[in-house]
């Protein structure tokens, strides 16, 4: 045997490259078959099934085969053919490559929509028959060939040691899944972020052509790998009569039991992907990390199940204590995993770095692996037990090796397919994800049945204690799991993992649906929240209701007479409600991939006003870019987008410049696009290669920020992209309901309105100059973040408010701006200061709000601030102590981006050091220090109005009600038009018991703004 362990080893080595390249292709073809089918269950089902199938379908008429010709005496080595096979795997793999691109455009002409009994409209069944025709075309000669390699190497290294079936069979199958856990891993953290996917899939195909010849080169030389097989008539080894002939209807028994091991498995890992990708979010990291401790699970559990075999034997009772360890082990672990704990490393250690870093990328795989390990470990450990098993229980004749190892390879991956789909489509939407792990174990302990059965057959005059001794143990193990899991609280698995709900908060609704886990939360304030697989996806605060609304309210305000528009993505209704109040608008079209999503629409009816129910809305259940391929060109006249968060897998799609292209040919001529644009959760080189694609097709796009830090960026289907305030201001005019949602979102104004500017074209075309845009190959925005812990931050040089020249020369006459929008300039450059702030720039969420009192808002003369005392949306955003606000600041624990970075505390020589300073001490609640240096900012520079307005706002609270009086006044002295300043005069006024002082106070503001509504109901005793 010591010569033939190199020989074994080399074919172990080269199975475990053929591992490799087959999970690259797999996890490839899921995302190139996602944007010819859409991003939706049914896209991965198909593409998963079918690679499943054809693994199965190949490795079983490989074992006949095989089995013949090694009956018939033929001269062959099958190892040879092996080589062959990896060839063959290649020329079809770079024709499935080769094919893909050129479907693209012929995808969306296949797919056609059935309208079910609510009229809302779904892909037809036959829809979805053509997706899985095509799938099968393109992938099932491949995937017929993969499977084929695994029978026809069992059949070369099982030649004259039946024996040894398990254990080898074991090592090669453990070191294929070692190299399907290896490519699974380098495809989505290396390959694809480095090369896309065009030259991973040549990577691999190169991997299967190196093998393939090594294996044709090192076989050229017979004695190498031993003489070929030569028979004259059926061989009878010495391993074959070793054991009895198998009683009949044991090799269906032990397939039937790798059945239920695949289907419970499979369904398995459905439910771990959603309930630990709700606790560690969608990023495409997390799946790959879950699949890669899987398939590593599966690897050493293959090796353990063949050695344990080899050295005790009895496989069918090894098989099934395997099984009700699984069985045990499953539900118990998912039990003790926490949502909250699961980011409790990483939370830690982020809250120890700088304010403007991230964690490292060892940190956060390995603070993503820990919960996955100890979820997933040791279950995906005890799957791999079972195909070396079952092989052992089954191989006795040598004649027929490749034919049982086929079949039951088959059986197993039918009950994978099986068991996806059953999960996925089934389990999952009507039972939840509680009810399915007790469905999935039941399915487990079918396993054990099946094996029971087969070792009654095998033994049947055993003492009974040997016969039933462990099938009793197992099933009352399994028994006592069952009931412990029926009395767990209903939605016991999504509340724990869940992370993001505090105690104040209500669940006002939870289900599974077969995308995701979703749920409605209520504050105690009346907001309500729509979360899916445990993001905030939409919700009804004044900052979700504004930045959703400016999708449709922007550009259709700058159209004549716009009458239909698409909204990709419903969430709870915010976007096509505002859509609706437009009085042009005769087709209202909104796609979304989840139907329960648009079921839950009613818990927001007080923003969406039953939108759905509107005549003129037509409801797709599909994926929006698939329904953009099925509609015909030049259809809408707005186009507008929510995706969900821009680094989670899939969504890519959704922002590469394929995609641009393709919503600007669906739209008429002036048509346009807006789309949500959080870069906030990316990278800056992330985000500027995203405005980089959409530059690429839209070339006169403009950036908007429709609330603080959530931007929007569109785009106009004609040369030029100009907004006319005097088309706005007519369209609003024959629009009260307009006008009135306006309102209520503090855009009310024409200043509001065009306020909303970031930056023109030529600026954002100066910025991603040499950035290379999101495509459908280059995914980088998949890519770049591996948590929400990552590095984030906004790119600064997208924003520049002085270009609002380019994008509305209406607005100014001479260089100044019109009487209608006098305020525009000095409103731009207010926000201006947000924008350029470290807390608008660095903002991540896990610090909390982000509020206007975190800006260092340096005022000197109060021009600026006058302006944003008499802006609704200002107020919102800048409010802070520098602009005269008495309203409570955010005060903070530990340095953030708020804090002055650098600086000593000692006394600096100009005022706006010493300001920044004094309101570093505010937000940590040090008054008196807050107060000193305000003091000394004052003494510096009299006339600074932040510097008054800041010291009498400290005073206030330090309870110095006379001194706060006179600073207020001192700055009002210069800016005697700042409202929100005499506001807060007026409160220090009531504070004092200074009644009248207050009501003069009032009045004065009244005489500067009637429509003060704050004034109004304070005067009047309502406050």
């Given amino acids: 045997m010591g010569?033939?362990?190199?020989?074994?080893?080399?074919?172990?080595?080269?199975?475990?490259f053929s591992g490799i390249s087959g999970l690259i292709y797999e996890v490839i073809w899921v995302r190139m078959f996602g944007n010819l089918f859409g991003n939706t269950i049914y896209s991965a089902a198909i593409v998963t099934s079918v690679f499943m199938l054809g693994l199965g379908i190949g490795s079983y008429f490989a074992g006949i085969w095989s089995d013949r010709k090694y009956k018939q005496g033929k001269s062959i080595t099958f190892f040879r053919i092996y080589g062959y096979t990896e060839l063959g795997i290649a020329i079809f793999a770079l024709l499935v490559a080769l094919t893909f691109p050129a479907l693209k455009g012929f995808s969306g002409s296949f797919a056609n929509y059935a309208m079910d009994a609510r009229g809302w409209y779904h892909l037809s069944l036959a829809?979805?028959?053509?997706?899985?025709?095509?799938?099968?075309?393109l992938m099932l000669p491949v995937t017929t060939l993969m499977g084929a390699t695994l029978s026809l190497l069992i059949r070369q290294l099982l030649v004259g040691e039946v024996k040894a079936a398990g254990w080898k069979i074991g090592v090669l199958y453990g070191f294929n899944t070692a190299g399907a856990a290896l490519g699974c891993f380098s495809t989505d953290l290396f390959l694809v972020p480095k090369i896309g996917l065009l030259r991973s899939q040549l990577l691999a195909i190169a991997i299967n052509i190196a093998v393939g010849f090594a294996v044709i080169i090192l076989t050229r030389k017979a004695s190498v790998y031993g003489p070929q097989v030569i028979l004259s008539e059926f061989p009878v080894h010495e391993s074959e009569v070793s054991k009895p002939p198998l009683p009949s209807g044991i090799v269906t028994t032990i397939a039937l039991a790798l059945f239920f091991s695949g289907f419970a498995s499979m369904g398995m890992e459905i439910v771990w992907f959603r309930l630990l990708s709700a606790s560690l979010g969608g990023f495409r990291v997390v799946f790959s990390l879950m699949l890669t401790v899987i398939l590593i699970g599966i690897w050493l559990g293959s090796l353990a199940g063949g050695y344990s075999v080899k050295r005790w034997g009895k496989p069918v009772e090894r098989y099934m204590l395997a099984q009700a360890v699984f069985i045990f082990s499953t539900p118990l672990l998912l039990v003790a995993f926490n949502g909250i704990t699961a980011e409790a490393y990483l939370m830690k250690r982020f809250l120890q770095l700088p304010s403007a870093a991230g964690l490292s990328w060892l940190t956060q795989i390995w603070g993503i692996l820990r919960p996955i390990l100890e979820v997933i470990g040791l279950p995906s450990f005890l799957i791999g037990f079972s195909f070396p098993l079952a092989n052992a229980c089954v191989q006795r004749l040598e004649?027929?090796?490749g034919r049982r190892a086929g079949g039951l390879y088959l059986a197993n991956t039918l009950g994978d397919v099986f068991g996806a789909i059953v999960a996925g489509f089934i389990l999952l939407p009507n039972l939840g994800s509680q009810r399915s792990v007790l469905l999935l174990c039941f399915a487990s302990s079918l396993v054990i049945l099946s094996l029971q059965v087969a070792k009654v057959k095998e033994r049947p005059a055993v003492h009974w204690r040997a016969k039933y001794g462990l099938f009793v143990i197992c099933m009352i193990l399994s028994c006592g799991i069952f009931i412990s899991w029926s009395l767990l609280p209903a939605d016991y698995l999504i509340?724990?993992?869940f992370s993001r709900i505090s105690a104040d908060q209500r669940i006002l609704t939870s289900s599974e649906g077969l995308n995701e886990i979703l749920m409605v939360i209520e504050n105690p304030s009346g907001t309500r929240f729509l979360y899916t697989n445990g993001h905030s996806m939409s919700g009804?605060?004044?900052?979700?209701?504004r930045y959703m609304r400016a999708f449709?309210?922007?550009?259709?305000?700058?159209?004549?007479?716009?009458?239909s528009v698409l909204v990709i993505c419903f969430g709870i209704g915010n976007t096509l409600h505002a859509a609706s109040l437009h009085p042009t608008i005769s087709h209202l079209d909104t796609v979304d991939l989840s139907e329960q999503i648009l079921n839950r629409a009613v818990y927001f009816r007080e923003s969406n006003r039953d939108i759905l129910a509107d005549k003129r809305v037509s409801v797709f259940i599909n994926d929006g870019r698939l329904h953009l391929q099925m509609m015909p060109p030049a259809h809408y006249d707005l186009i507008t987008l929510e995706p969900p968060p821009i680094a989670f897998a899939g969504v890519s799609s959704l922002y590469s410049r394929e995609f641009y292209r393709l919503a600007r040919s669906r739209l008429k001529k002036g048509g346009f696009v807006t789309q949500w644009l959080p870069l906030y959760q990316v990278s800056p080189t992330v985000g500027l290669s995203i405005v980089r694609a959409f530059l690429d097709v839209f070339p006169n796009a403009v950036l908007l920020s429709g609330m603080q830090n959530e931007l929007i960026i569109m785009g106009r289907a004609s040369p030029q992209s100009v907004i006319d305030p005097d088309l706005c201001s007519t369209n609003i005019g024959k629009a009260p309901l307009v006008q009135a949602d306006l309102n209520l979102i503090k855009m009310g104004t024409l200043t509001e309105i065009i306020g909303t500017f970031v930056a023109n074209s030529a600026d954002l075309q100066r910025a991603t100059l040499h950035v290379e845009p999101v495509t459908d190959d280059n995914r980088s925005m998949e890519y770049g973040m591996l948590s929400k812990f990552s590095d984030t931050s906004l790119p600064p040089e997208l924003f520049h408010v002085d270009g609002i020249a380019a994008w509305c020369p209406n607005c100014f006459e001479n260089g100044k701006p019109r009487a209608s929008i006098i305020s525009i300039s000095k409103y731009l450059a207010a926000l201006n200061i947000l924008y350029r702030s470290d807390?608008?720039?660095?903002?991540?969420?896990?610090?909390g709000v982000m509020g206007g009192s975190d800006i260092d808002f340096i005022d000197r003369d109060g021009s600026l601030g006058t302006v944003v005392s008499r802006n609704p949306y200002l107020l919102e955003v800048l409010s802070s102590p520098l602009t005269g606000s008495l309203q409570k600041i955010v005060f903070r624990n530990m340095d953030g981006p708020w804090s002055i970075q650098n600086v000593s505390e000692i006394f600096y020589p100009d005022a706006v050091t010493n300001i920044r300073i004094a309101m570093k001490h505010l937000r940590s609640n040090h008054l008196l220090d807050s107060i000193e240096y305000f003091e000394r900012a004052v003494e510096l520079d009299e006339n600074n109005v932040s510097a008054r307005f800041g010291l009498g706002y400290a005073l206030f609270y330090a309870g110095d009600y006379q001194g706060s009086q006179e600073q207020y006044r001192r700055g009002l002295a210069v800016a005697p038009e700042n409202i929100e300043a005499r506001l807060s005069l007026a409160s220090v006024f009531r504070r004092a018991g200074m009644k009248d002082n207050e009501a003069e106070e009032l009045r004065h503001v009244l005489r500067i703004d009637p429509c003060c509504a704050q004034a109004v109901e304070r005067l009047h005793g309502r406050l």
């Fill in 3 to 16: 010569d033939q362990r190199p020989r074994t080893f080399l074919i172990y080595l080269l199975f475990f």
């Fill in 127 to 137: 829809s979805h028959l053509i997706q899985f025709l095509a799938a099968i075309i």
């Fill in 399 to 401: 004649r027929s090796v």
């Fill in 495 to 497: 509340i724990k993992s």
């Fill in 540 to 545: 009804t605060s004044f900052k979700a209701q």
């Fill in 552 to 563: 449709v309210h922007i550009p259709l305000l700058q159209m004549s007479s716009p009458q």
């Fill in 839 to 847: 807390t608008f720039l660095l903002f991540k969420k896990v610090w």
